[in-house]
């Protein structure tokens, strides 16, 4: 079996154009446009580039966004005393605070401090809640994002086993509450998982979220399963190994042109949702 491609791309230009539209509907009726606050914490390469392209596509969208840029040395105190002054800004629909930030800081602090409805990158503890107890509420952009791309190709969830590998806060473990609440059967795997090619042997949709190049290897893979890479790893190169997972899968993301714009696409239409409470 060859594997058709989940074209990330495609669906979140969708996305993005949809989310254009109501940005422009808002800006018309409010007199004002969405507006996104990013905030980075030092000078991470990365980090830099993920945000400036947060930014750029925020401007073609039609949603303003507002750069932070804080100092590598930033205590915990000063980034919460700045989040604090954006989620008390009535300009501000929607705060980014980029992740990592540098180990000095409790980012947990950190994102905490962005007010939950302007929390559009859905980090927070109120966020989460909304997402494990199934209630409306802003989603983590990746895990939203790549259920969009599983709704976008009519992948059934219902009954079937899916296994996410990581556990990370804000990608891992709320894709596998965002799968349970579609009533698959949720495994996670980890650093301590012993069996891990086993696992995901088992799995009829795989989530990839660790950061570690080509862990998840193609022969693994049940054939006929649906691969969501949302690894994100210097140079573009996913968490499984592409080349021969394609060749047992049904589904795959590529990497990149997979889960990553769709990240920044959800990222900017909860903007615009955010912004549109306001009103
Ligand atoms: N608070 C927080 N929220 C995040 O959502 C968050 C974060 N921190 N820290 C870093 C990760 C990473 N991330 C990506 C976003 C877009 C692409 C993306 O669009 N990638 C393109 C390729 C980009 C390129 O060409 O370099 C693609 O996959 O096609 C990738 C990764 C968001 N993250």
């Avoid at 629909?93 to 409805?117: K, M, N, S, Y």
């Avoid at 802003?138 to 790549?146: A, N, Q």
């Avoid at 899968?249 to 306001?278: K, N």
Wanted: aromatic share 4%.
């Amino acid at each position: 079996m060859t594997a058709g491609t989940i074209d990330g791309t495609a669906v979140s230009r969708k996305l993005l154009a949809e989310t254009a539209e109501r940005a422009a509907a808002f800006t018309e009726k409010a007199g004002r446009a969405p507006c996104l606050a990013t905030v980075l914490v030092g000078h991470d390469p990365a980090s830099e580039t993920y945000v400036k392209m947060k930014r750029n596509r925020s401007r073609k969208n039609g949603i303003t966004s507002r750069a932070v840029e804080l100092p590598e040395t930033t205590t915990t105190d000063e980034l919460v005393a700045v989040i604090t002054e954006l989620s008390n800004d009535p300009e501000v629909d929607g705060i980014l605070l980029q992740h990592p930030v540098p180990a000095q800081i409790d980012e947990r602090a950190a994102f905490e401090a962005i007010a939950p409805g302007k929390d559009v990158d859905g980090v927070t503890m109120y966020s989460f809640a909304a997402m494990a107890f199934d209630l409306p509420g802003f989603h983590s952009c990746t895990p939203g994002g790549i259920m969009r791309l599983l709704d976008a190709y009519d992948v059934e969830l219902s009954g079937k086993h899916a296994v996410v590998v990581g556990r990370s806060p804000i990608l891992g473990k709320p894709v596998g509450m965002l799968l349970l609440n579609r009533h698959a059967t949720v495994t996670y795997c980890h650093s301590r998982t012993t069996d891990l090619a086993d696992q995901v042997g088992r799995a009829d949709v795989v989530v990839a979220a660790v950061g570690k190049p080509e862990l998840i290897k193609g022969e693994w893979l049940k054939p006929g399963a649906v691969v969501i890479d949302a690894g994100y790893n210097p140079g573009n190169v996913g968490d499984v190994e592409q080349s021969v997972a394609a060749e047992r899968a049904s589904l795959i993301t590529p990497v990149p042109g997979g889960v990553g714009p769709m990240t920044i696409a959800v990222l900017l239409e909860q903007t615009v949702s955010a912004a549109e409470a306001t009103i």
